[in-house]
């Protein structure tokens, strides 16, 4: 029996079951919604993109950084490697109270820092971690 995919789709939403989104080289790249934490695989992705924390001149170990959805899980955000970004914790609390906030350029994401750090609120990305 041939189940359309419309129907099968709707079946596995109903049942929970995990259907990843997978980019053009069969990388998963998005859980959707059933998973509001980001997966240990996930979050090395992040780390390896971004190298560590994501405020300039931070230098907090990598491996004991938290990782930040850009759309609080809460609000609609999706668990996906597009919409997470590492943060030590201290600077993961000051972008929850607004002190910080993490935008995207060109798909990569970046901190503006505040106002009387950057009167210009450039979009930076920490360069400690940067690769040469």
């Known amino acids: 029996m041939k189940i359309p995919a ?19 080289d069969g990388m998963v790249m998005d859980i959707g919604r059933d998973a509001r934490y980001f997966p240990r695989w996930m979050k090395l992705a992040a780390r390896d993109r971004d190298g560590g924390c994501l405020v300039p001149g931070c230098t907090q170990d990598p491996a004991l950084l938290e990782f930040h959805h ?20 201290a600077h993961h609390t000051m972008v929850h109270s607004g002190y910080l906030r993490v935008v995207k350029v060109r798909g990569l994401p970046h901190i503006i820092l505040p106002k009387h750090l950057d009167p210009l609120q450039l979009p930076q990305r920490n360069a400690y971690f940067a690769r040469t």
């Open 70 to 89: 850009f759309r609080p899980w809460a609000k609609g955000g999706r668990t996906r490697l597009q919409d997470c970004c590492p943060l030590c914790a």
């Open 6 to 24: 419309p129907q099968l789709r709707t079946m596995l939403c109903e049942a929970k079951v995990l259907s990843p989104i997978y980019d053009a």
